[in-house]
């Protein structure tokens, strides 16, 4: 698996990252200082990267059928990194590109071309040396990145899934792009772990680690609040010279693992770590060519010459005061969210060649299939797994003399006779029957030789019986709709056709599942397969049953609007003939990351509106419109032309928000900050309605939403010096009123009243239900002081106006004053109103 | 236990693939996939700017040929490369020194492009044994796990074996599929 980087800079110094990026060193010859290459999110629309397949994708497949599925995984790929959310940077699908169309904004172009067949894609960034300084310190900052994919989709098929690529090449996809967005290979068994290794699944795709990677180099403003840091030094013994690039991983051991890799100093700092109670090791990099150990891109000094790692040493756990071989007399540390553990110190002994392999494959069975990551049964009976790595382990079907082999934390037990050689070169190791599991998830397993040992995270995943399906039928009622039979089927299961997840539309009278059929073409057979979130998959136990499209097709399109002016945001409008367009599966592209969809709205199979974003300098003309639904893949030509904007222009920006401080949405009656330009003298209309002007100026207005509107999709237009500027809304429906707030002895509270921790606050709010409709727990969230109280009782109080009453204990935790209490249900705040804390 | 255990894994060996997913090769599949192998010395390697990327085309006099029908040079694509001051570097692709001498394992795509089967996996080295005898090696890489074709793990292991009997295994894997 490959990444690929240009870096042409003079670059400002900064304290490295420390994680697996790719990074510079900086200043005169020998420094330490570091400068990570990475997306500049402040300067990105939305903070967001787009990612855009090639249109010429299709032909260049082996399987042109089977282009649309890999769009939809490229598309979940996408929300895999979207979805991190200790990430400041969001990514987006921005559908199909044309590579003859020039491009401004940063983003991923995706492709696919003849590679050999033993090469699945490489990821790569480009720069052009611009430094940029940000928050976080200084980077290079990446101007475009590039996927590249072997073009023959036999190299992502295996055996058992038949037809479909879906985890195989879902799994590279996701990889190449984090390579894209930055992150260099890991040896955690997380997805920036080489496929040799990798311990991630289509269901659960990123570990621990890939989230820590993406987040300290992409950080939000609470990342550290919510994370731990562990920071130290790897040093030689006896000399104490630097250990460079030494891998320095942190794991628990029933959870999964977060790495980092020290600096020319040795030093090393892990961030983004979840709170627990880890163990340290430090493991050398694997043996591999001097220019690429591990697939590990080197370091560059401020000459462009890469900077080779310290030679190898023994890996050793860390022990208070000193470091062990023996994982049972590790120490254990603790993180904490907010703090950094400081000062870890290894001393390690330098050795002159690798002992043991540094790359295990370890397989578990089902049957026949060999099965990587190693999942193993918890419940079944077949609880032997196979190892295979480079050397150290077993050779001339004998066993390495002194080799042991152990789980982290002791459990899962490996009998006396349970590790054995196995055809010529391989290792089985058998998991004693008796052993109990207390949770499922990841166990890692320690190899050890007299001089040295090998830790494999990820080693295997113990799981539940894999998911099996005995039959899919047509719903009887709606022939969109399939009802799958099977067995382990459970609510968190994915059903994907080929690459194209299936959502679940609910179940029938017996709890079978019944799934919306993704919109396919006449003709065509799918394969379907189902994904446990632990990981198992049908694919394992089965070959996968088939569905055939007897309708459908693509249709065509028309655009209700023609033109949009650079540097603004407007509502595109889209008329399909014949299509399927399906909320939560259809994706509408452009074929530039200067134009982006912001939002998305399916009134209807055959009709689409999208707040469409265009860049300043984007290229002035005609360009397409692509959509992707399911099986189906539509494209207008030259639809929508981007026209030059006209300086006086109103502008307007979706990035709505409430303008109540604690309040969220947009409502009948709300009061909203919309941001835009040439908005001064503006008058507004939000759905058909005039909308009152609150507050002007030069970089947006406020408004008040009419207090009559009708929930649902809605129309903000702006009209000035003659133009008109329009974008779509979603106005929701009106959230809760806090009618009064009383303390425990029915007596309104302020401040010669006011309520203490540990008091009862009995909250009246209307507009939670209708009058004398019960309200569940579960949908309310009150905050006081910024901190959440659960909610001990709801109960109907009033027919008119509809009211309830919520009573919560006041924590201990709000500080005393006047605070602010917010009531919430299904996500809509109320207006906070200020109740008196006393000490 | 352990007999039915032994007898599992025999039984594991013998049924037919249905493995995860893999992309590289062992020595033999190696042999297999490439349309050309040589024995050659690396008279040059240029990078060339193509579109926003950069490909380094490496050439090779040809010493010995193994596989395949080849002229007196040939030469393939690798991606990344340096280009002045630009620099494109993809993990696992070597970067060859004139004068150098390897065997190479090539693979020529419709397009009629030829490039390095499995980048960094597609080169040996040429090393001297204590005994003296001429051996070739391969750095340890990222490597396979199970053989698609048969379902079965093969081992990654670095190559080192003699030149001699590499050159018996090319021929008896190429007759072999002939």
Not at chain 1, 53 to 69: I, K, L, N, T
Not at chain 1, 124 to 153: A, K, W, Y
Not at chain 1, 172 to 185: K, Y
Request: neutral net charge; glycine residues 10%; proline residues 6%.
């Amino acid at each position: 698996v490959r990444f690929f980087v240009a870096i042409l800079a003079m670059i400002l110094a900064v304290p490295s990252s420390g994680y697996y990026h790719f990074v510079r060193y900086t200043g005169p010859a020998g420094a330490t200082q570091s400068v990570p290459l990475k997306f500049d999110v402040s300067a990105l629309p939305n903070r967001t990267v787009m990612v855009l397949a090639s249109d010429q994708g299709a032909g260049r497949v082996s399987q042109p059928e089977a282009f649309p599925a890999l769009l939809n995984l490229i598309r979940e790929a996408c929300q895999t990194w979207n979805g991190v959310s200790t990430s400041d940077l969001r990514v987006a699908f921005g559908g199909m590109y044309s590579p003859a169309t020039a491009q401004t904004t940063p983003g991923i172009d995706l492709d696919f071309e003849e590679l050999d067949p033993n090469t699945q894609g490489y990821g790569s960034m480009i720069t052009f040396g611009q430094t940029v300084n940000g928050p976080n310190g200084s980077f290079v900052s990446v101007t475009r990145s590039i996927v590249r994919l072997n073009r023959d989709l036999r190299i992502f098929a295996t055996a058992s899934s038949g037809p479909s690529f879906a985890e195989a090449f879902f799994l590279t996809v996701t990889h190449e792009l984090g390579h894209a967005l930055g992150l260099q290979h890991t040896f955690t068994a997380s997805t920036m772990s080489t496929d040799v290794i990798r311990s991630t699944a289509l269901s659960r795709p990123l570990d621990a680690d890939d989230i820590a990677g993406i987040s300290t180099l992409y950080p939000t403003s609470t990342l550290s609040e919510r994370t731990g840091a562990i920071s130290g030094r790897v040093l030689f013994q006896g000399t104490n010279e630097a250990v460079h690039l030494a891998s320095v991983v942190a794991i628990r051991p029933s959870g999964q693992a977060v790495s980092a890799l020290t600096d020319r100093d040795g030093r090393f700092r892990m961030a983004a770590i979840p709170p627990g109670a880890y163990q340290l090791y430090v493991h050398p990099l694997p043996l591999g060519r001097r220019d690429t150990p591990g697939d590990v891109t080197l370091p560059l000094d401020p000459n462009g010459n890469s900077v080779v790692g310290s030679g190898p040493f023994d890996t050793v756990f860390y022990q208070d005061g000193g470091t062990t071989r023996d994982p049972r007399f590790a120490s254990f540390l603790t993180v904490s969210a907010g703090a950094t553990t400081e000062n870890v110190q290894f001393a390690v002994r330098r050795r002159t060649a690798h002992r043991l392999t540094e790359q295990t494959t370890i397989y578990s069975y089902f049957g026949s299939t060999a099965v990587k990551p190693a999942y193993v049964d918890s419940t079944g009976p077949n609880r032997t797994i196979v190892a295979t790595g480079r050397g150290g382990l077993v050779s001339n079907n004998t066993a390495t003399a002194g080799l042991s082999v152990s789980f982290l934390g002791g459990t899962p037990l490996i009998p006396a006779d349970g590790v054995r050689p196995y055809a010529d070169s391989f290792l089985a190791i058998d998991i004693d029957s008796a052993s109990t599991f207390a949770s499922s998830g990841p166990r890692h397993l320690v190899f050890s030789l007299p001089d040295d040992i090998y830790v494999r995270p990820n080693a295997l995943i113990l799981a539940q019986t894999p998911p099996q399906i005995d039959a899919v039928t047509v719903n009887p009622e709606n022939a969109r709709q399939a009802v799958v039979f099977g067995r382990n089927l459970r609510g968190d299961s994915r059903y994907y056709f080929d690459g194209i997840r299936a959502s679940v539309a609910g179940s029938d009278s017996l709890g079978n599942p019944i799934l919306n059929i993704p919109p396919g073409i006449r003709g065509t057979r799918s394969a379907i397969a189902v994904y446990n979130s632990d990981g198992m998959n049908s694919l394992f136990v089965q070959t996968a049953p088939t569905h055939l499209f007897e309708t459908g097709d693509s249709g065509f399109l028309n655009l209700r609007t023609a033109a949009i002016p650079a540097g603004s945001e407007s509502i595109v409008e889209i008329e399909g003939v014949g299509t399927s367009f399906t909320d939560g599966l259809t994706a509408v592209g452009f074929g530039t990351s200067d134009i982006q969809v912001r939002k998305l709205w399916v009134p209807s199979s055959n009709r689409l509106l999208a707040n469409v974003w265009v860049a300043p300098e984007a290229a002035i003309g005609p360009v397409s419109v692509n959509i992707t639904s399911g099986f189906q893949v539509v494209t207008a030509p030259l639809a929508l032309t981007i026209r030059s904007a006209i300086a006086s222009a109103p502008a307007l920006s979706s990035s709505i928000v409430n303008a109540v401080s604690g309040q969220s949405g947009i409502f009948p009656g709300a009061l909203i900050t919309v941001p835009g330009q040439n908005l001064a003298n503006a008058t507004f209309v939000i759905g058909d309605q005039a909308a009152e002007v609150t507050q002007a100026t030069a970089s947006g207005v406020g408004l008040r939403v009419p207090a009559n509107l009708t929930p649902g999709f809605a129309l903000l237009r702006a009209t000035a010096n003659n133009e008109q500027a329009v974008i779509g809304l979603t106005i929701e429906a009106r959230p809760p009123v806090i009618a009064s707030v009383t303390g425990s002895s029915n007596v309104a509270v302020d401040g010669s009243q006011p309520v203490r921790a540990g008091d009862l606050v009995r909250i009246t709010v209307t507009g939670l239900a209708d009058a004398g409709q019960a309200v569940a727990m579960s949908r309310l969230r009150v905050l006081i002081g910024g901190i959440e109280h659960p909610v001990i009782e709801v109960l109907p109080v009033g027919d008119s106006p509809a009211s309830h009453r919520l009573n919560v204990i006041l924590s201990s935790q709000v500080q005393s004053g006047s605070q602010p209490l917010t009531v919430a249900i299904d996500g809509r705040t109320s207006a906070p109103v200020n109740v008196v804390v006393g000490q | 236990m352990c007999r039915l255990a032994v007898l599992l894994a025999f039984l594991w060996l013998s049924l037919p693939a249905q493995a995860t997913t893999i992309i590289r090769s062992s020595l033999d599949d190696m042999i297999g996939k490439s349309t050309l192998i040589v024995r050659g010395r690396v008279l040059r390697s240029a990078a060339q700017r193509n579109g926003n990327q950069i490909h380094t085309v490496v050439q090779v006099q040809v010493l010995e040929q193994l596989k395949g029908s080849a002229a007196a040079q040939v030469e393939f694509v690798l991606p990344g490369g340096n280009l002045g001051y630009l620099r494109q570097a993809v993990p696992g692709v070597p970067e060859f020194s004139a004068g150098a001498e390897h065997v190479f394992f090539l693979w020529t795509g419709k397009s009629g492009r030829t490039l390095l089967l499995g980048l960094g996996q597609g080169v040996l080295d040429f090393v001297k044994a204590a005994n003296g005898e001429t051996m070739v090696a391969r750095q340890a890489i990222q490597a396979q796990v199970v053989d698609r074709g048969t379902g079965l793990p093969v081992d990654p292991e670095a190559i080192y074996m003699k030149y001699a009997e590499f050159r018996v295994r090319v021929r008896k894997v190429v007759g072999g599929s002939q």
